[in-house]
Each structure stands twice: as C-alpha cells, then as structure tokens.
C-alpha cells in the first residue's frame, strides 16, 4: 500500500514537471472590479452609477427643446429650449460633488454622489451601488411678494439610490428608487413628498455608441396631472467627450422636475428632443 | 522504510521546484511614441513571472485590467476600446532561453525566443534579455517594440494621427526561487 502511494507520487511528479509554467502563476482575477457600466454619469435624464473619477473636473451641458408636435411655426420645438449646465469634480473615486443650473425656474443644484458598492468580476459583490443626494433652491421672482416669503420655501429635495449590474460587455441595467421633497407645493393638492422607482438600462451597439432607455415609476403622484418619464437616446463616446441624444416626454432636467412634474404623453406626442454633451479635464 | 519515503519525496520535490524561479509583482510599462501627439503610458506591476533555469523556458502572464494609468478615461478606453481585456483579459508570453550560461553572476543579454499572445493575436517574437542571479533573486530586464497593428488593435481613423502605432514595453521582474 505504502509503495502505492510513492509510486503515486512519482507518477504525479512526472507529469507535473512537464505541465505548463502557467499553471504555477494561476489565474487570480478575484480583486478587478467591474468598470463602465454606464458610459456616462447619467443614463438619460437620471444619474448613473458613474462618477467623475479622482481629480476629473466633469462639465455637462444639457438641452431640452420644446414638443416635437408644435409643429413647423416652432420648427418642431427647436425654437425654444431648456438647459442646464454642471460641474462635477472628483474628490475621491468614490465621491464627487457638483454644481448645476437649470433654466427651468432658475434654480440652483448641489449635489453629493458616492458609490459605496463596486461590482467585482469574481468573489465578489454582483452589484454595484452608489447614493445620489441633491437639493434644489429655485431663484424665480416671488408669486406673491407682498406676503411673507421664506428662503426654505424655495428648496426641495431630491435622494436616490442607485443598484446596477454590468451583465455583460454590452447590457447594463439600473434600479434607482427615489424619494423627492419638495418645502413647498403650489396648491394644496399636490404632495410635498413622492416615491418613485426608476429603471434604467444601455445597450451597446459599437464600441462607442450605446442605445439607452430610461423610465421613472411614480409610486406616489404627486398630483394626478403628472406623469411617468420615459426616455429614448443613444449614448456617443468621442475621447473625452460623451453625446447623448435622447427623445423624453419630460422637459426638465433635476430630478425634482423630470421624476416628479412630468406633464408630457408619449400617447399624445408631447415628446422634447434634447441632448447632453459632457467633457472631462483632467486637474490633477 | 522511512528513510526511503524521504528520499523519494525528495526526489519528487526537487526536481519539481529546484530550478524555478517566480514573481507576482514583475513590472511592465509600456508608452506609446513619445512624438505622438497623445501619449499613452501606463504600468502593470502584477504580472506573473515563471522562469526555469534547468531548461531555460519562460512564461509571462499579464492581466489587462491591471494596467494603471494617470488619466481615468485613458484607462477606460484602454480597456474598452483598444485592448478589449473583457473578451481578452491577458496576455501571455511563453518560450525560451535560445542559450542559457550556467554563470549568471554578472548580467548576461541574451536572446528569449517564443510566442506573444496578446488581444488574442499570437505572434513569435526574439527579445532580448538581461539576466543575472544574484543571492538567489533572479533579475530579468527587457525592452522591446510592438505594433498595434500586429496585434489587431485598431486605431480610429479620427485619433490615427495622434496616437502611435509603435509601443515600447520595459519589462522588469525580480524573480525569487520555488
């Protein structure tokens, strides 16, 4: 039994040394985490996962234009238009903070972004989750200036968490619950606050250009006049510079606004094309 | 009994392990042609080593991924779009010492024949390698050139006069024995 086993180990040992120097090095890739699940730090309206790595400064310049259905007075909505404007900066790779602009009631954005969960390749989380956190200060003239008006009652607020998987080279897919605040609402019958379920996802079709898709669930209208957003666009990679181009029924741009007052109907053609064009510089 | 259970697991050991050497943490930098307009450089130090000094064969193993860059978009696109380390995560270098001297003591160059498989591209390749082993840590140096376009990796027509087509690899690994 004994001689067994030494010729065991010798006929093993034979092979061995003859087996590939590669089986020494074995294949560890269990620490890599998966990366560029979105292209951008916005699906289409919403935040992504993504965040402007460290010392990246990352502006962005959106534009909605009006309905598509205005007809050819208007050239089809491109007469008028929406913009706002953001700058993201890298703290960390793991937070960045921003500022933005909207057109749509003058209002002012900062923002907290942290990814506080990387999806990893092997041995490790399937999922990736970053929390977004805003707040919205609007810097319209007052309705009613003869009243008392307080600062806090142009603020609101918007939180969101944001779960993805990169399933494969091309399909990633987003879940985003969201709950919004708003200090103050026009008429008594609207909500200060609502829930909503966003779910988002990108196709590649090339190496460099992705098909997006993007729709917000209202869990808890705000008012029944408001409805759900949904978007269409193609994402389009250039070196430093990412354009999307998106067909949505909502016309703003921050959360408050696209998530929560949506009043566009894909059924009746209320649909804003519009676009984001965004530009990373390197500070560091 | 005993003492023939020994020496034979001697035996099986020794010449198993005896004359291999490994690293984990061998180093390769690779930069594109510094008279390009956009120059691209990054390092690798978790590349796999593997040298046999009794039958002079060697192997690299590189993981894609692993390559570190300054600017975090170069490293996205690097992976994305130029190397595709999803559908080729490493890239491998197998071979061996055309003449392997018994005395190391003082670096020798010598001539590494063997195959690069990289971006799913095999290609046999001559480098040329300073080598030397002293209190039992085998150093091994290189520097070569590889061609993108050898290798399949495509350069967009809109970035063709900007990025090079050229890459010069420094490869340094201190290899400890088995």
């Not at chain 1, 007469?79 to 404007?85: A, N, T, Y």
């Not at chain 1, 972004?113 to 989750?129: E, H």
């Not at chain 2, 290798?151 to 690994?173: G, R, S, W, Y």
Request: aromatic fraction near 12%.
């Amino acid at each position: 039994m004994k001689y067994l086993i030494i010729f065991a180990f010798l006929v093993s040992s034979s092979i061995a040394a003859q087996d590939d120097l590669f089986s020494l090095l074995g294949d560890d890739t269990s620490s890599q985490e998966v990366r560029a699940t979105f292209k951008g730090t916005r699906v289409i309206n919403g935040q992504s996962i993504e965040l402007p790595s460290k010392g990246d400064l990352q502006f962005v310049i959106e534009h909605r234009f009006g309905t598509i259905n205005s007809g050819a007075y208007e050239l089809w909505g491109l007469d008028q238009s929406q913009m706002r404007m953001s700058f993201d900066y890298g703290i960390t790779n793991n937070i960045a903070i921003g500022v933005a602009r909207n057109s749509f009631q003058k209002t002012y954005e900062a923002s907290v972004k942290s990814k506080l969960l990387k999806q990893k390749f092997q041995n490790g989380s399937p999922i990736s989750i970053t929390s977004y956190h805003a707040i919205f200060a609007n810097s319209i003239h007052w309705a009613t200036p003869e009243r008392e008006n307080l600062f806090s009652s142009r603020l609101s607020y918007a939180h969101q968490v944001m779960i993805a998987r990169k399933f494969n080279q091309s399909f990633s897919l987003q879940l985003t619950p969201t709950y919004i605040h708003r200090n103050l609402v026009e008429l008594e019958s609207i909500n200060n606050d609502y829930l909503a379920l966003g779910l988002g996802g990108r196709y590649k079709l090339t190496k460099r250009v992705s098909l997006n898709a993007e729709y917000f669930h209202q869990l808890e209208r705000p008012n029944e006049n408001f409805t759900n957003s949904l978007s269409l666009g193609f994402d389009i990679e250039t070196g430093g510079h990412v354009f999307q181009l998106h067909i949505t029924n909502s016309q703003g741009m921050f959360e408050r606004a696209f998530i929560g007052e949506t009043t566009g109907k894909w059924s009746e053609g209320d649909l804003y094309f519009g676009f984001n064009i965004s530009r990373v510089f390197g500070l560091k | 009994m005993k003492n023939i259970f020994i020496v034979l697991s001697f035996l099986w050991v020794s010449p198993l392990l005896a004359q291999k050497y490994m690293s984990r943490s061998a180093e390769v930098y690779f930069l594109s042609d510094k008279d390009a307009v956009e120059i691209v450089e990054a390092t690798n130090n978790q590349v796999g080593a593997v040298i046999d000094l009794e039958n002079g064969a060697i192997a690299f193993q590189i993981q894609m991924r692993a390559f570190h860059f300054d600017i975090a978009l170069m490293e996205e696109h690097f992976n994305e779009n130029y190397v595709e380390s999803y559908r080729y995560p490493k890239a491998t270098f197998r071979g061996s010492f055309v003449d392997l001297p018994k005395d190391l003591s003082t670096p020798q160059i010598l001539t590494v024949a063997g195959t690069m498989e990289f971006h799913g591209v095999k290609k046999d390749m001559e480098i040329e390698v300073s080598l030397s082993l002293k209190e039992s840590i085998l150093q091994g140096d290189a520097k070569f050139d590889l061609l993108c376009s050898d290798f399949d990796i495509e350069i967009p027509k809109i970035v063709a006069d900007k990025l090079a087509n050229t890459i010069q690899v420094t490869v340094k690994a201190s290899l400890t024995k088995l």
